[in-house]
């Protein structure tokens, strides 16, 4: 049960756009479309952000765009905002019948 | 209002037992799969264990395999987390989470969240 891999940290401006990479296996990310995203501020428990690669739960701003190619799933942040600075974190299910995070990616907002 | 909230965390000499419990409100509970996902401080999120609606799907991350198992009552809204045999890799903040699947389908996914309860081991 390794952990998907993403990026450290990411950074972008107002108003631009980013991307946060999401890599597994076909045993994981690859296997399945249950690839999901996590918002977590400091001191803050996580929030739901995409989930099946691509659906976003109500009230989550449609500037959050999940994709999948292969066995990299991407989340994409566009008119990014100060509020979207936070951690993010990827999740997939796995062939094990088990849920894996990737590091998590700092996104700072410049 | 749809809420989780775990207890039970505390200070825990290792090799020691340790039993969490997560009281759900605000939504059917037994439509749904839960889930314990844990954070060591400065870390990141790590899944721990899942269970299905009913019970008859129970999964566990290989770290702690064996030594910790999850439960539910239907009848008391409640979800536990037995943890057996405890190490210093264990310390962390231990959250409750509602899985996004519809009514009886797992979705892997977790959309409703406690604010966790935090489980420190050390002598």
């Known amino acids: 049960q390794s952990a998907l891999t993403q990026p450290a940290s990411v950074s972008g401006s107002p108003g631009q756009s980013i991307t946060i990479s999401c890599t597994g296996t076909?045993?994981?990310?690859?296997?399945?479309?249950?690839v999901s995203w996590y918002q977590q501020h400091p001191g803050k428990a996580p929030k739901l952000m995409i989930y099946?690669?691509?659906n976003r739960p109500s009230g989550v701003p449609d500037r959050f765009s999940g994709s999948k190619s292969g066995n990299t799933a991407s989340l994409t942040i566009s008119g990014l905002q100060a509020e979207d600075e936070a951690d993010y974190y990827c999740?997939?299910?796995?062939?094990?019948?088990?849920?894996?995070f990737g590091g998590g990616t700092k996104l700072t907002v410049l | 209002e749809v809420q989780l909230v775990e207890s039970g965390g505390g200070l825990v000499q290792p090799g020691r037992s340790l039993r969490l419990s997560c009281a759900a409100s605000?939504?059917?509970?037994?439509?749904?799969?839960m889930h314990w996902v844990r954070q060591a401080p400065g870390k990141g999120l790590e899944w721990v264990s899942g269970?299905?609606?009913?019970?008859?799907?129970?999964g566990y991350a290989d770290s702690v395999k064996g030594r910790f198992t999850i439960s539910r009552d239907n009848a008391k809204n409640s979800l536990y987390l037995q943890m057996n045999s405890l190490r210093a890799e264990d310390t962390a903040l231990y959250y409750c989470a509602k899985d996004s699947g519809t009514a009886m389908v797992t979705g892997f996914a977790f959309d409703i969240w406690g604010q966790g309860t935090m489980v420190t081991v050390s002598s």
């Open positions: 099946e690669v691509s």
């Open positions: 076909s045993s994981d990310v690859g296997g399945y479309n249950y």
């Open positions: 605000g939504f059917t509970f037994d439509d749904y799969a």
């Open positions: 999740s997939s299910y796995t062939s094990s019948s088990t849920v894996v």
């Open positions: 269970i299905s609606w009913n019970s008859g799907s129970i």
